[in-house]
């Protein structure tokens, strides 16, 4: 699987708003590694929105290729 693609994806899968304020930096080893602006977006993303986000990553890429997100405020 190509990280870029997964990448480039981001946007597509979360929408413009999260896309604005959030920006995926890396894949290692089926963790995404995403970087959140704000620390009121990262508290509703790590609590609300991923288990869906994640759903769709997986249905897209493959349960292989994406095991977990993790979002880091920065």
């Not at 981001?10 to 602006?37: M, N, Q």
Request: net charge positive.
């Amino acid at each position: 699987m190509e990280e870029s693609e997964i990448l480039a994806a981001w946007k597509t899968l979360v929408g413009d708003f999260i896309a604005a304020h959030s920006c995926p930096i890396c894949l290692r080893e089926g963790i995404l590694y995403v970087h959140v602006l704000q620390p009121a977006l990262h508290y509703e993303l790590e609590r609300v929105n991923k288990p869906e986000i994640l759903r769709k990553l997986k249905q897209r890429f493959g349960a292989r290729a994406i095991r977990d997100l993790r979002f880091r405020l920065g």
